[in-house]
């Protein structure tokens, strides 16, 4: 299956707006594309809103964290995994839902105070999708090609949501925004295009996570996929 068709099948199922049957056209691909990368940053867009309270989002996947539990773990206490540092000089327990949180993290605050949770609730769709892909996995059975257009949205999900790459996009987009202004000043002209890359740095790490969806996805499905496993009891490590 085309990397972009099987991509956007994907995507139509983790947001549940169609069956996986829905046409894939060419020009249905691009508008679907274009949706996700730029319709929430657009001032007004109301696709999904919260109330006033704040959000504690996950930085790093909750299913993701949970496979990390120590299986030792008593039966009275909440299942736990173990945080390291770099330097092996300190460890902790802690559960995956307390662990690698941020606040409103993926939250779009739109100008009239609401809040847009759709990356937020996007993000969560595909969290739901990995864990029957992971499943599969698990019983060593093979991946069709939705389901392994849905890994490759969950890595790509994974690398572009972390604090380092949304506060490097960050710096980027500010980057940006200053030499617009810059060039605007200079010609004297009026703020339009500084108004977007503006918009831009509000909505930096949601931006990012949309943009490298789109991107970073079709490129990793047409790569050969590999998937290491082991017996060991201690299992992999991960940073």
């Given at each position: 299956m085309h990397p972009q068709r099987a991509i956007a099948r994907a995507w139509l199922a983790v947001a549940g707006i169609a069956p996986l049957r829905v046409s894939t056209s060419a020009g249905h691909l691009r508008a679907w594309r274009i949706f996700y990368t730029f319709a929430f940053v657009l001032p007004g867009i109301k696709w999904s809103y919260s109330d006033d309270q704040t959000l504690k989002q996950h930085v790093i996947p909750n299913c993701y964290l949970k496979a990390w539990c120590d299986?030792?773990?008593?039966?009275?206490?909440t299942p736990y995994i173990w945080r390291i540092a770099k330097d092996g000089g300190s460890?902790?327990?802690?559960?995956?839902e307390k662990s690698f949180t941020a606040t409103d993290r993926y939250t779009i605050k739109l100008p009239n105070g609401n809040k847009d949770l759709t990356v937020e609730n996007t993000l969560a769709g595909l969290e739901n999708a990995f864990v029957s892909v992971r499943e599969k996995i698990e019983e060593r059975q093979g991946l069709g090609d939705e389901e392994r257009a849905t890994l490759c949205l969950f890595a790509a999900a994974m690398q572009s949501r972390t604090r380092r790459a949304g506060d490097h996009w960050l710096n980027t987009a500010k980057q940006l925004h200053e030499m617009v202004s810059a060039m605007e000043q200079q010609h004297g002209t009026a703020p339009t295009t500084s108004r977007r890359t503006g918009r831009?740095?509000?909505?930096?790490?949601p931006y990012f996570v949309m943009t490298m969806l789109n991107i970073q996805a079709p490129l990793l499905y047409q790569m050969q996929m590999s998937i290491f496993v082991t017996n060991d009891e201690l299992g992999f490590i991960t940073s």
């Open positions: 299986p030792r773990t008593p039966e009275n206490q460890k902790k327990k802690k559960s995956p831009m740095i509000e909505v930096a790490a």
